[in-house]
């Protein structure tokens, strides 16, 4: 028995499963998982080293090659680049794309015990490598804490509160503080007063060093009982160190009783310079960054955390103001309710179609089995599958909405025209479902298939759109079992047979069947002049193909965009943050923005998921401006550039768009890479050359090279002889020049859980001095009882250049060459490959490529492992239902063909074709080969029924005529609504244009193809 006589015969079975379906659907849809976009794993991770007065090539041998060798070890690993600059080894590594989310943590596993063991080769005075696996954390919700009076010390208390209380919310993972200043507690000494008195400022350091250390005074024994002894006297208060007394070296004598108030000022300060700064609105802030668990409805997270702050803000003294930055809820709300939006607007658009083709009876049969059953049984799997509602996910459903009635298309109409024959209404159904039943489940797979190498890629782009695979696997095989089980019951329950002595009439008789089949016969009989016309257009849509623009991953509609600021290397944090004020100033003027938060010293904390945050560098950084209206940003961005090239010349300021899924920073990169001693100097001639050619070249926009411009340093040449008999060693020289600048450190201060550093330096007025004339600084012996001029220990005292960053990719020193396009990254490429890859290298020089076209290009590299599968897939199902080779290869032949309406989409809307794109054209093949199917196995049932073949290609074509177009109809117009989301509009018009060219070829390039393999040629010729 199949499966449709099985289900007309069970009915009351049928219908209750049915009921099941929709209640079940609708309790799934509650408990989904809510995103703006799908989640995919960050395969980076980073490990921080300091290195405390290394210089950059000491930091690169001594630190950050040895930790590379031992990464290379690791098999799971892909690449790795790193930065040594003075102080700071920074190596960020990346795993094989293979390794999915799951087996990332034995990875990080690994890696820290790779990473301990060769920690144990650094050397003295290196601190224990930092391994930062949380790179990939997604801080969703993020807050300005900002003030308009209160100090920075107050900020911060409420800041903490406000992290405390809100990491308590249901559904929080993660609350991290951004843009808190470091305190230390500072005693400014002047070093002429030190000299009046007699004393060092070794004196008031060996005073501080362990005053304030904890210490363990043992036990006691006492009546039987076992105290602890604790001996106080710690600081409690700034004034207590004030009050300390200083006693000169190797002297006791207890009448001369010196203060550290009496010789310094001790004040409660902060870091100078700091490390990063932060603004909200113009504002001093401090970001308050929230993630959520994973697999947790962000909607009601940011529920709770709403409803939380409301009740903590009303607490918070006047002054203090809190404001969002980002709030992924409100996002994710407003991009769910466009899909449900889009996904509704496309039902009714169905539904009408079919209403107005078929009737209101066959549409009502369609639309309730095809889409509203279908899309409440997705929602089941959907739950059981842990996919989340996200935009690929919804999009998935639009997109295959019209793919989803296709089964019922062809049930209902074969049962309509079995019905206006006459055919008993239970046989009718039975036999219109049965009999195209393997045909259509044939179809639908090979259309699923056609999706799978994007869920079977390893790249990032590949796991960011896998639940489009997902879902239209679930819908399409969903649609199938639906079609040939519960649309003959909806039929026979709501279409209605010919009244008895009504007119039974040739369904095939009307004027478009008479003119169709006109155009049909006519094409068979010149099926070669047929075919070279098809090929001519075949070959013209690829030449246009050329005409149409290249695009990895569109342009975000997020009403938000960034400002990258970057000023030369080595100039002064407070520099950075003066210039981008006058920007922020700038900015206030617009009625489109709504805020704007400055981030200095360091990208943002991750709260959109495709854009990692910028290193740390003092020269660097970025603003986020909140607009009112997405298609404002493209103005706004035209008008800073305008800004800065009129106020700041000295600064790369760059405007830029977020991207919808993965993207480049710098989407065209040139890598030059050299052996391990290679000479920076030749490396940056070698980066000179290329940039001179991004610059000429008119799409350029921004050009730089990572390793940026070349930075001053004092440079103290120690004289040994003369150290050696003064007893001034260069640690001695290193305290004194920092005393005179940065500030020494000397202890610690405990203020509640926070240890809070003491440093020791000189007044403004001496440290200015120091600077124009470092000679002069006193350098104290170690035997900490003299002072001296530091020109008497050294041989010169001079300004030197140095490369302030050394990059390396892979274990070789590397400088890597970017650029920001004006217009596409593509399109730059074109115009300057050629001419960058023709400069001469020396030996053991090499270049690459980096950037957009190699994210694209390997994602595009990733689809084909999941195309040979589907491929084979296919091709069994196909030779499967058919039994013989020639008809495969007609399919085979007509696929190529829906190029031609894919060119003209493109270079008629203008859109790139970019990954998404792609993804639609693979999808379209799938499309394609569905419908071919479903013609093909009509004419070997019209060969069964003992029709010639001439005549059985003639009433095949003319049998499906209305369900091809019909199918076409509806998922062109089905994903109409798509085309104002900025992420699936390239998808939706190679689907439309594409699929309305397919259609259109399958009802007559297949019989023409057919007839040229057969041999075919019209009766009575």
Known sequence: MSLPSLAVSQRKFTWFTTVLLMVG??????????????????????????????????????????????????????EFESFSRAGLSYIELEIQSSYRAKQLPQVWDTLRKKIRDAARDLPPGAHPPSVADDFGDVYGFLLAVYTDGLTDARLEQYADELKRELSLVEGVARVELWGVRDRDVRIEIAESRLHEIGITPSDIERTLQTQNLVTDAGRVERGGERWRVEVTGAFTDPTDIENLVIQQSGSRDDDRLLRIKDVATVTMSYADPPDTLMRFNGWPAIGLAISNRSGTNVVRVGEAIDARLRVLMADLPVGVEVDRISWQSDLVSTSINGFMINLIEAVVIVLIVLWVTMGLRVAAVVSLTGLVFTIVGTFIVMRGWGIDLQRVSLGALVVSMGMMVDNAIVVADGILVRLNRGMDRVQAAVQAASQPSWPLLGATVVAVMAFYPIYASDENAGEFCASLFQVIAISLLLSWVLSVTIAPLMCLAILRSPERGEEVTDPYSGGLYRWFGWILRVTIRYKWASLVVMVVLLIGSLFGMTRVDQMFFPKSDRQQFMVDCWMPEGTDIDRVSDVLRRLERSLERSEAITAVSTFIGQGPPRFYLPVSPERPYASYGQLIVNVNDYRRVDGLIAEIDRWSKQNTPDARIIPRRYNVGPGETWQVQARFSGPGDTDPAVLRSIAASAERILREASDTRVVRNNWRQRTKKLTIDYDQDRGRWASVDREDIAAATLRAFDGLTVGQYREGDKLIPITLRHTESERQRAASNAGNLQVVQSSGRFTLPLSQVSERIGVTWEDPLIWRWNRRRAITVQAVPAGTAPHLLKQVKDDIEAIELPAGYRLEWDGESRSSGEAQASLVPGVVPAVCVMALVVVGLFNAFRPPLVILCIVPFAMVGVTTGLLLTGQPFGFVALLGAMSLSGMMIKNAIVLLDEIDIELRDGSSRYQAVINSTLSRFRPVLLAAGTTILGVVPLLTDVFWVSMSVVIMFGLAVGAALTMVGIPVLYACFYGIKPEGS
């Open 25 to 78: 659907g609708l309790i799934a849809y509650t408990q989904l998982g809510q995103l703006e976009d799908p989640e995919f794993a960050i395969k980076n991770a980073v490990i921080v080293t300091a290195y405390p007065g290394a210089s950059p090539e000491e930091v690169e041998q001594e630190v950050t090659d040895r930790l590379e060798r031992a990464i290379q070890e690791m098999p799971q690993i892909k």
